[in-house]
């Protein structure tokens, strides 16, 4: 169950720095608010009425945040409740609590860990939106529809081979996918980091010794996102460096579905490193 908070009115009490987060996130909702405190932080950027809070103050308004820190303000505001209340990190003192909004259009997700755990849902929203990229929706899609919008491909690149070389983004869109096509160089543990669910499929060339052709392996893509799937391209390296990244692209695109490519680290520059070998130097006209 979700509580509509718009156009209500908000009390925050408390000018610290999560008092500060809170009136952030009312100013981009573009909601009311008020914020009485004792004494601010310096930089508090919003309008502060200095004094001591009395149950009264609360008088007018829909919603109390108490971001105080202070016992007795929460107990006065327990004790005389006829509003919404959210006591910053004490879940079992609120009325709601605030989620993280993935934001697309008419969509919105909600991400709540019940305000156990607002980091995590903060890494949640930020997947989700990166998937639903420009997703939009409208009464009139049928399900079919809904599914092929909510498709997307990722051409991840996967480095030159070691775990810890993978990038962080790479890192954080493996756990996304639902099928992954992958190369000869991916590094087995990189497969390791995929869901348990996700549909792994091989896809990768030797010389004198491909197990798909090219014309293949984007059909085969093509037909996962078909289905509304999240699908991940996992190669060697960079996307575009020494393979057929910008074939993929193009193909994908032109059949209508968003596509992501994500960096990776090329051998072209880490195997000149793991050489000792600079690839260039402040002055030096000729390689070494």
């Given at each position: 169950m979700l509580i509509n908070l718009v156009n209500k009115k908000f009390l925050i009490i408390g000018a610290s720095n999560v008092a500060k987060q809170k009136c952030d996130v009312l100013a981009?909702?573009?909601?009311?608010?008020?914020?009485?405190?004792?004494?601010?932080?310096?930089?508090?950027?919003?309008?502060?009425e200095i004094k001591e809070f009395?149950?009264?103050?609360?008088?007018?308004?829909?919603?109390?945040?108490?971001?105080?820190?202070?016992?007795?303000?929460?107990?006065?505001?327990?004790?005389?409740?006829?509003?919404?209340?959210?006591?910053?990190?004490?879940?079992?003192?609120?009325?709601?609590?605030?989620?993280?909004?993935?934001?697309?259009?008419?969509?919105?997700?909600?991400?709540?860990?019940?305000?156990?755990?607002?980091?995590?849902?903060?890494?949640?929203?930020?997947?989700?939106?990166?998937?639903?990229?420009?997703?939009e929706v409208n009464r009139d899609m049928n399900y079919e529809e809904i599914k092929k919008k909510s498709a997307k491909a990722f051409l991840i690149g996967c480095g030159p081979g070691a775990l810890d070389l993978l990038t962080i983004r790479a890192f954080n869109t493996l756990k996304t996918l639902e099928v992954a096509l992958y190369d000869h160089l991916v590094n087995p543990e990189i497969l390791e980091l995929l869901p348990k669910e996700c549909e792994k499929i091989y896809v990768g060339k030797q010389k004198g010794k491909h197990s798909r052709k090219q014309d293949e392996i984007n059909e085969l893509i093509l037909k996962y996102l078909q289905e509304g799937k999240i699908v991940g391209r996992l190669k060697g390296g960079h996307p575009f460096v020494?393979?057929?990244?910008?074939?993929e692209l193009e193909f994908l695109?032109?059949?209508?579905?968003?596509v992501e490519v994500i960096e990776g680290l090329s051998s072209a520059v880490s195997a000149p490193t793991n050489a000792g070998i600079p690839l260039t130097i402040r002055g030096e006209k000729e390689a070494l």
């Open positions: 981009k909702m573009g909601e009311e608010f008020k914020v009485i405190a004792k004494e601010k932080i310096d930089d508090f950027p919003y309008d502060v009395e149950i009264k103050d609360t008088k007018g308004f829909d919603v109390v945040i108490d971001a105080s820190d202070n016992e007795e303000v929460t107990k006065k505001l327990l004790e005389n409740k006829n509003f919404l209340l959210n006591v910053v990190d004490k879940p079992e003192y609120c009325d709601f609590y605030f989620g993280s909004i993935a934001k697309k259009g008419n969509l919105s997700i909600l991400v709540s860990s019940n305000g156990t755990a607002p980091r995590l849902t903060q890494v949640i929203r930020d997947r989700c939106e990166r998937i639903l990229g420009d997703f020494f393979g057929r990244g910008a074939e695109t032109k059949s209508g579905f968003e």
